[in-house]
């Protein structure tokens, strides 16, 4: 049950006011609700991970006591934690959806897409992605990416028109005013839509921790054997790791995000609590990106040239 | 969760409550890159401790690489590739930080002369414009562009901040001078809170922490007013605006005959009993229940989401407009508004285009385009027959339906539309009916006495 917490007296708030959680939720609650009244076939890229966690349960909210009009999608690299999956395929369960899964391990057998020297996978969903996209013709896609999350994405539209080859030119896109969002597309172009736009990490958390939802056991402390690669802590799997020369150990790590296992790393912790995960982010002197995903790293302007190829 | 806490737990969780409970504001920047626009927001997320060791790193070997001896701060903020390599900022970027009092969602907008339509996008969800000068330069043309901008947009609250003020000895009637001449030009626009503050991005002064340097100075830092600014209006001020989103009907055993109304209240608020009009129909029922995403409320206001039942079985879909019928709106087929056209294809008198209003979308012509507005020196271009990208005018339409249309001066929500082309869905213009500016009031010389500086 969602109470609208009361802002502190000594801000001088009146008595309408809207703590910042309320706000971020009205407005991605909001932007749900527009793409179910101008879009014919919208879809959720859900992974399993906190953000698609939140995406779903903020549209669990926006059409209840209805069901949720949009299906899921969810672009499986084949590397991906098996605590994940096993939440993944509960919450679709348990919630009555339908679940599309685009798989990249389909693509590399049958010779569509060749895997890469380094064994990383995530630079390898777009293909099975914008496949899936055009199979099924989605005209709206809602991805949870956030524009805290790294320099291109702070120019991203909440509303973002890809053409038919799922490209996003940053010179192309709609200038977004008020609270309107444009929909309009030609036939074979979707547009991406980002309901978590405004909110940070820390955000996230906070809401996950006021609304109790439950997630995958890997974002908690837990005992892992991993190994280091590249500064980060890594999970053996047969994605390809440890090499020869890196070592496996145990140790006490949590996730901050959760992606590929190939490039997704942990950080030690002994937080074990959704209140002490967020006191350690808080305290955090890394961003969520920097400390844990290999593949931002590859350069500069790596995630824009993703995005311009299709990527999130 | 188990509800056996131990006062630990209890205390951890009260503890996460609170800082969910930080108020937000929404606020824009305007300057041009030579002003330190750039400088100013890398000082603000920097000193904010909101720039983490990695960013910074990157920063710091970016600027090592580019022979540079101090970071510059300006890299934080610099997005795109086309960008880094033109040395200017060409779209707007959004950056959040926050403090332990407030959290911040800050349009950053490029003040060159061919991006107002840029500025006009971070000012139209912004509370708080913060426009830049150079001291040395003063008011120049840009800045009143500036200026003409926040006071179209309605931006509640507009910072004038003096920067460069290391390169003018820290001087106070330097500072007092453009203070002055940007106060009187705001207030004539009826822009309502202007507050001035000098300040050096590049050394520190008065943007986060208060400077040594300028002891004649008395008031806030640039974060500290941001911090402070009375955030959002009072809903209970303004007539209620519900625009439908979206229509719930389950259809189950379990509902069998329930019917909500999804959507985001606009301006105002809506209790239970509340006797309301749906428009453009004209019908009338009560409201019988608000449910705001899980909690069945008797009261609600802007801008949450909520669903709305009411008493009698009508005929709503996405779109209609539930209002106070002691308030409601008056419908129009006939729009006069003042524009910003913002994109590259001309608009002119007779085109054909796709009006978007709240939740509903509508065909309209282009009557008339009455007259095209000098940002710099707000004189009128009359019948200029087409807008090009960035100008700012008046424009006629007329809509295939009946419109429930606000002046924008009343409610910034559903007094804006957009245009669209019908033919490729671009988006083509940003509208506000009703008059361009304020007229200068009173009031705004009764609010500078309030706001002032004291120096």
């Known amino acids: 049950m969602t109470t609208v917490t009361a802002i502190n007296a000594e801000e001088g708030a009146g008595l309408y006011a809207l703590a910042h959680l309320d706000a971020l939720e009205s407005e991605a609650v909001h932007i749900f609700r527009e793409v179910a009244g101008e879009f014919e076939r919208p879809v959720i890229l859900f992974s399993g991970g906190k953000d698609s966690i939140v995406m779903l349960h903020l549209a669990l909210k926006a059409f209840a006591p209805a069901a949720v009009p949009f299906s899921l999608l969810h672009v499986d690299t084949g590397h991906n934690f098996p605590e994940v999956i096993d939440y993944r395929d509960n919450t679709v369960a348990r919630h009555g959806l339908r679940l599309h899964v685009a798989s990249v391990q389909e693509f590399i057998d049958d010779g569509r897409l060749r895997e890469r020297p380094d064994g990383t996978r995530n630079p390898l969903q777009t293909v099975p992605l914008l496949d899936a996209i055009d199979k099924n013709r989605f005209d709206a896609v809602f991805g949870g990416g956030r524009r805290d999350e790294e320099k291109a994405r702070a120019k991203e539209r909440v509303f973002s028109l890809r053409d038919e080859f799922g490209g996003w030119d940053p010179r192309r896109q709609r200038p977004e005013l008020w609270q309107l969002y444009n929909g309009r597309h030609s036939p074979g172009e979707h547009v991406r839509v980002f309901p978590l736009s405004n909110w940070t990490e820390l955000d996230v958390w906070q809401y996950i921790a006021r609304e109790k939802i439950d997630l995958p056991q890997i974002y908690y402390a837990h005992e892992r054997e991993v190994f280091r690669r590249s500064g980060m802590w890594l999970a053996p799997g047969e994605w390809g790791g440890p090499k020869d020369d890196e070592t496996v150990e145990r140790r006490m790590v949590r996730y901050r995000t959760v992606g590929d296992m190939s490039c997704t790393g942990a950080v030690e912790s002994d937080a074990v609590t959704i209140e002490q995960v967020i006191d350690e982010i808080a305290a955090s002197r890394l961003t969520e990106r920097g400390a844990t995903r290999a593949d931002d790293k590859l350069s500069e302007a790596a995630m824009e040239d993703r995005k311009r190829e299709g990527y999130f | ?455």
């Not at chain 2, 285009?353 to 707000?378: E, Q």
């Open chain 2, 1 to 455: 969760m188990t509800s056996n806490l131990t006062s630990e737990e209890q205390a951890a969780a009260a503890a996460v409550e609170r800082s969910a409970a930080t108020s937000q504001l929404r606020f824009a920047t305007a300057g041009s890159v030579d002003d330190g626009k750039s400088t100013l927001v890398g000082r603000l997320l920097h000193d904010s401790k909101s720039v983490l060791a990695d960013q910074l790193e990157a920063v710091e070997h970016a600027s090592r690489s580019r022979g540079q001896e101090a970071p510059d701060l300006a890299l934080l903020t610099d997005g795109l590739r086309a960008e880094r390599e033109q040395g200017i900022t060409i779209d707007v970027a959004y950056r959040y930080f926050a403090t332990p009092k407030r959290r911040f969602i800050l349009a950053d907008t490029p003040g060159h002369v061919q991006y107002t339509r840029n500025m006009v996008t971070g000012a139209s969800t912004a509370e708080l414009a913060v426009v830049l000068v150079d001291a040395r330069n003063g008011v120049v043309e840009q800045t009143r562009r500036h200026a003409a901008v926040a006071a179209l947009l309605r931006v509640p609250h507009v910072v004038l901040a003096v920067n460069k003020m290391d390169l003018v000895d820290y001087a106070e009637p330097v500072f007092a001078a453009i203070a002055e001449e940007f106060t009187t030009y705001a207030a004539s626009l009826g822009v309502p809170e202007i507050t001035a503050i000098p300040i050096s991005a590049l050394a520190g002064d008065n943007v986060v922490t208060p400077s040594a340097n300028m002891d004649w100075y008395g008031g806030p830092t640039v974060l500290e007013h941001l911090e402070t600014v009375p955030v959002g209006t009072d809903p209970s001020q303004d007539p209620a605006r519900f625009p439908v989103q979206f229509v719930i009907r389950p259809q189950t055993t379990e509902h069998p005959d329930y019917r909500g109304y999804a959507g985001q209240i606009a301006s105002g608020v809506l209790r239970v009993g509340d006797a309301v009009t749906v428009l453009p129909s004209g019908r009338t029922s009560t409201i019988t229940g608000i449910d705001a995403l899980g909690a069945m409320v008797d009261v609600a206001w802007a801008p949450q989401s909520v669903t709305v039942t009411l008493a009698d079985d009508l005929d709503i879909s996405r779109g209609d407009l539930i209002a106070p019928s002691d308030h409601a709106p008056k419908t129009t087929q006939d729009v006069e508004a003042t524009v910003c056209h913002l994109h590259d294809r001309p608009l002119r008198v007779g085109d054909r285009v796709l009006l978007k209003h709240t939740t509903r979308t509508m065909k309209a012509i282009i009557k008339d385009i009455p007259s095209r507005l000098t940002l710099a020196d707000l004189s009128h271009h009359p019948a200029p027959g087409e807008l090009a990208a960035n100008d700012i005018g008046r424009v006629v339409l007329r809509t295939s339906e009946p419109l429930a249309l606000d002046a924008y001066e009343d409610s910034r929500r559903t007094g804006s539309f957009l245009l669209i082309d019908p033919a490729d869905g671009t988006t083509l213009t940003a509208g506000m009916a009703g008059d361009s500016f304020a007229a200068s009031a009173d009031g705004a010389e009764a609010a500078r006495d309030d706001e002032g500086w004291d120096f």
